[in-house]
């Protein structure tokens, strides 16, 4: 049974340009939420898809903007990229409002580099 | 504004010792608190979780204990093994944020053999 699969796993993209990251959700899941982790930090909630609808945002510009797909995978954009956008970028899969603790796994991550 | 923080960077236990990690939040309104453990170059992984209505939650090795009053949370892990070495996180949800998670720093503990 696969987990959450995120691609790629590592990129180097210049300031500016924009970089989109990919999700497929654990088998059975139908939520994908993304988080930011900057080097030494917690993971920071960006914004949470049910239903290929944005149903939560955390405190991140525009520049950041999200998709899921009718087979409930999950694209992450980033526009306008700049050097503190460099971060792991986590995606979490879980199945409708279930809490934090049934389900709710992480990928293991894309490392972004914006130089 | 930091509303979940984890104070201690890192921490270094032997083995078969108690490891204890701290986390403390500033909203009252967090009901249900996580660990997460993560390995490097892993996603992090569930642990142990408390709900706000007790105090105590116990699985095998690892306790969290939950002190609302002071806003405190900590994780006991007993006997420490080699193998628990990671950087643990801790977290905190509330119910009208969906399953929304909000991350402390983390602490890096490392059990010496």
């Known amino acids: 049974d696969a987990g959450v699969t995120q691609s790629p796993t590592h990129l180097i993209k210049t300031r500016g340009q924009q970089v989109t990251l990919r999700c497929s959700p654990k088998?059975?899941?139908?939520?994908v939420s993304w988080y930011q982790q900057a080097l030494g930090q917690g993971p920071q909630f960006i914004f949470q898809?049910?239903?290929?609808?944005?149903?939560q945002r955390g405190n991140f510009p525009d520049r950041f903007s999200g998709h899921q797909f009718p087979n409930y995978s999950s694209e992450l954009n980033v526009n306008a990229l700049l050097l503190g956008d460099s971060a792991l970028y986590l995606c979490?899969?879980?199945?409708?409002?279930?809490?934090?603790?049934?389900?709710?796994?992480f990928g293991s991550g894309t490392r972004l580099t914006v130089v | 504004d930091q509303q979940v923080k984890q104070n201690s960077p890192s921490l270094s236990v032997q083995e078969g010792r108690i490891s204890i990690l701290n986390c403390d939040y500033t909203?009252?309104?967090?009901?249900?608190f996580l660990w997460y453990k993560k390995y490097p170059a892993e996603g992090p992984t569930f642990l142990i979780s408390?709900?706000?209505?007790?105090d105590k939650n116990e699985d095998g090795r690892f306790t969290v204990f939950l002190n609302k009053s002071a806003k405190h949370l900590s994780l006991h892990i007993v006997p420490s093994q080699p193998g628990d070495s990671a950087v643990y996180f801790c977290?905190?949800?509330?119910?009208?944020?969906?399953?929304?998670?909000?991350f402390g720093g983390g602490t890096r503990l490392m059990v010496k053999p």
């Open positions: 979490a899969s879980s199945l409708g409002d279930a809490l934090p603790n049934y389900g709710y796994t």
């Open positions: 088998s059975g899941h139908d939520t």
């Open positions: 898809y049910y239903e290929e609808e944005e149903r």
């Open positions: 909203n009252s309104m967090f009901d249900y």
């Open positions: 408390i709900s706000s209505i007790k």
């Open positions: 977290a905190a949800s509330y119910n009208n944020a969906g399953n929304m998670l909000t």
